[in-house]
């Protein structure tokens, strides 16, 4: 589990060995559900979903923070920009949830040809933001197998 099950909004990735019934996974699934999504995945790949569901709200926290830094940098206070910040990822989120488009598209839809958006993904491509996350996932991934 991660810290988002608090708010019941959490990414719970589950695995079975062959003794437990499916009886036994539905009853467990059932009561989790309050605390967030479910997901059946093979244990194999339980630490590369943990990489990113179990330490993946830290790095969100940090983005919320870096945003919220980049509006009061510009003026906001930060209440506001804070509020901004986490509301623009929970809208965001909901966009790729609710249209299943790729988040790739949906970033293309914001960015007007010579606006201020693909300004600033251009900054943020040009300072290594895509290859930052995955370096942060992939060192966590490996930290978590080295752990064992």
């Avoid at 804070?82 to 929970?90: G, N």
């Avoid at 943020?124 to 942060?136: A, M, R, S």
Wanted: hydrophobic share 35%.
């Amino acid at each position: 589990p991660n810290t988002p099950v608090a708010v019941g909004e959490g990414m719970i990735l589950i695995c079975s060995n062959p003794s437990v019934t499916e009886e036994d996974m539905a009853e467990f699934e059932c009561m989790m559900s309050m605390c967030g999504k479910i997901d059946r995945i093979p244990e194999n790949l339980i630490d590369a979903g943990t990489a990113v569901s179990g330490c993946g709200p830290a790095f969100v926290y940090m983005f919320i923070d870096a945003l919220a830094d980049g509006g009061v940098k510009c003026g906001l206070s930060r209440e506001k920009a804070v509020k901004y910040a986490t509301q623009t990822l929970i809208g965001s989120a909901n966009m790729v949830i609710e249209t299943g488009k790729h988040p790739n598209d949906l970033k293309i839809a914001v960015c007007s040809p010579g606006g201020s958006t693909i300004e600033g993904v251009k900054s943020l491509e040009n300072n290594n933001f895509k290859d930052t996350v995955i370096c942060g996932v992939e060192a966590s991934y490996n930290k978590t197998k080295k752990l064992g």
